[in-house]
């Protein structure tokens, strides 16, 4: 039996990317950009928030919306970045 890749497309707002490896590629200039704690500029906002919507959680992590990015590593993870959503208001 041989199994056929599906084909796989990816767009954040204006950029189509054909594999994971693309997307990582992009958003590691994004991380490369800033310092853990650092907010995103507007620009590298709008494309983390396009990725949020692929998020299992994506809704719980929204909530009433984002105000702002940030960059981070959780204390399990230093060595790896990640984004830090801050919603609109603090509930």
């Known amino acids: 039996m041989v199994k056929t890749k599906t084909p796989y497309s990816r767009k954040l707002i204006d950029k ?4 994971t490896e693309e997307i990582t590629a992009f958003f590691q200039t994004i991380f490369l950009k800033y310092n853990k704690g650092q907010t995103l500029s ?11 919507e692929y998020h299992p959680k994506a809704e719980q992590k929204k909530g009433c919306g984002v105000a702002s990015i940030k960059i981070g590593s959780v204390p399990e993870h230093e060595d790896t970045l990640c984004f830090f959503y801050r919603p609109n208001r603090w509930d």
């Open 16 to 19: 189509t990317f054909s594999n």
């Open 42 to 52: 507007e620009e590298d906002q709008k494309y983390a928030e396009a990725l949020l």
